[in-house]
């Protein structure tokens, strides 16, 4: 594929597909006979797909889950590639696979290597990029507006209305489940609620335990009135599609202070009652 042509792909998806994830068109190539869109799952999502003679093809697929406006996603399955990635909103990467072996790659000017079951951590304003072709790797891309994290920052009392990161790799195997659960949720036609209280575990993650100057000015303690009111509404309306902001308003509770404090008080979090 000609440069022209590699500009006009990198053009496309910035502009349609994924704004918070641009792929810088150097590092980032198709063999054009072999690669097509198809579907992917539910939502506005679309997929590029490489189709190789005995081989699994490579999947790059990309989505916006209507519960979670401000939110972007990317499913990379059996990719071996250079990437060279501009981010403008946090980027949460979860590495589910890399054949065994760990991806090289720069980011604010040092080498960072990780393995499966790792987290990258990006925040808006910055490049990544490989140093070399990864090994087949099977990865997600959660892309998070900022003022989705200033809202969750200052919905949890935290001292700093903007979160700089101060990890760029996460290797703690809760915080790995919790943006794999979410990523799971995302893909097996989760609904709403399950949805929405994931990604409120994942910000309230990504928030707390990685933000520099994060120490909360102090929440109040939920009284056990307020959670039952949740539980009841659940129960009440456990036919329809309920939202995170349903429960919210029902228990005057910040989303993000919510989940965790249900979970706390019944043992399991909102979407399993």
Known sequence: MHQAGLQDLATTWRCTQLPGLILLSQAFCFQNSQTRIVPLYGGAANCWKKDEPGAQG????????????????????????????????????????????????LYRRKIHRTKARNIMLIEPGEVHASTKITPPAAFRVLC????????AAKELAMTTSYPHL???????????????LLH?????????????????????LLVE??????????????????????????????????????????????RFHLVRAFAAEFGMPPHTI
């Open 58 to 105: 490579e999947r790059i697929a990309f989505s916006r889950p209507p519960e979670l406006p401000g939110v972007d996603v990317m499913l990379v399955e059996h990719s071996a590639r250079r990437w060279r990635v501009f981010h403008d909103t946090y980027a949460v990467v979860t590495i589910l696979d890399v054949s065994g072996r760990s991806i090289e790659w």
């Open 144 to 151: 998070v507006d900022p003022s989705l994290v200033e809202c």
């Open 166 to 180: 101060k990890f760029v790799r996460v290797t703690d195997p809760p915080f790995f489940r919790a943006f794999a």
């Open 184 to 204: 799971r949720s995302l893909e097996n036609g989760a609904k709403t609620l399950e949805r929405q209280s994931h990604f409120s575990v994942c910000i309230r």
């Open 209 to 254: 335990e990685c933000s520099e100057n994060s120490l909360s000015t102090g929440l109040k303690r939920p009284d056990r009135l307020s959670l039952l009111r949740a539980r009841d509404f659940i129960s009440q309306y456990y036919t329809e599609n309920i939202a995170l902001d349903e429960l919210a308003t029902v228990t005057g509770l910040s």
